[in-house]
T-cell receptor, first 113, second 117 residues
Framework: DAGVTQSPTHLIKTRGQQVTLRCSPKSGHDTVSWYQQALGQGPQFIFQ???????QRGNFPDRFSGHQFPNYSSELNVNALLLGDSALYLCASSRTDIIYEQYFGPGTRLTVT | AQTVTQSQPEMSVQEAETVTLSCTYDTSESDYYLFWYKQPPSRQMILVIRQEAYKQQNATENRFSVNFQKAAKSFSLKISDSQLGDAAMYFCAHIARGGTSYGKLTFGQGTILTVHP
């Protein structure tokens, strides 16, 4: 059983560009949460998707948007990239009835130059 | 809103010794879980141990145990018989099972644990 997978592993973008990160949840999971982890810091909650809808959102600007597909996979989109968006982006999946059991993917390291 | 505070940026321990990592939290919810996660240089976030707020008994997983003081909102992690593979960044985290923060993990700032041979 594959765990949570994320792609790509690393990417480098230029300020002002747009980026899309992808996440496939663990088999049997229907909820996907995204977190941003700046270097040396704890992860910060961005948003959570369930039934293809954004169910919860953290304190992130509208430049951060997402999507969940019928197969429960998810995308995180960031527009108008800033240097401060450089971070490790973590995806976590869970079952909505066991929301406290969140399994994390390996993350995508985004560098904005 | 939930907050989680880890006041020890770095800790070190000798192999085979015991170390305790500290965490305090604040929450307005009565139904919640607390966690300790380990993040090695590989970046993979690994669950170490989980504590349900309604359970008074402290959780234990092999060499890892917690001291959960609900009234004091304190949640420390004790690692016994430390091993070189325990070296990592450790995060304390909270999740509410209801309310406006339902399903959102809130993390502390992390504690870097170094294990000396």
């Amino acid at each position: 059983d594959a765990g949570v997978t994320q792609s790509p592993t690393h990417l480098i973008k230029t300020r002002g560009q747009q980026v899309t990160l992808r996440c496939s949840p663990k088999s049997g999971h229907d909820t996907v949460s995204w977190y941003q982890q700046a270097l040396g810091q704890g992860p910060q909650f961005i948003f959570q998707y369930y039934e293809e809808e954004e169910r919860q959102r953290g304190n992130f600007p509208d430049r951060f948007s997402g999507h969940q597909f019928p197969n429960y996979s998810s995308e995180l989109n960031v527009n108008a990239l800033l240097l401060g968006d450089s971070a490790l982006y973590l995806c976590a999946s869970s079952r909505t009835d066991i929301i406290y059991e969140q399994y994390f993917g390996p993350g995508t390291r985004l560098t904005v130059t | 809103a939930q907050t989680v505070t880890q006041s020890q940026p770095e800790m070190s321990v000798q192999e085979a010794e015991t170390v305790t990592l500290s965490c305090t939290y604040d929450t307005s919810e009565s139904d919640y879980y607390l966690f300790w996660y380990k993040q090695p240089p590989s970046r993979q976030m690994i669950l170490v141990i989980r504590q349900e707020a309604y359970k008074q008994q402290n959780a234990t997983e092999n060499r890892f145990s917690v001291n959960f003081q609900k009234a004091a909102k304190s949640f420390s992690l004790k690692i016994s018989d430390s091993q070189l593979g325990d070296a990592a960044m450790y995060f304390c985290a909270h999740i509410a099972r209801g309310g406006t923060s339902y399903g959102k993990l809130t993390f502390g700032q992390g504690t870097i644990l170094t294990v000396h041979p």
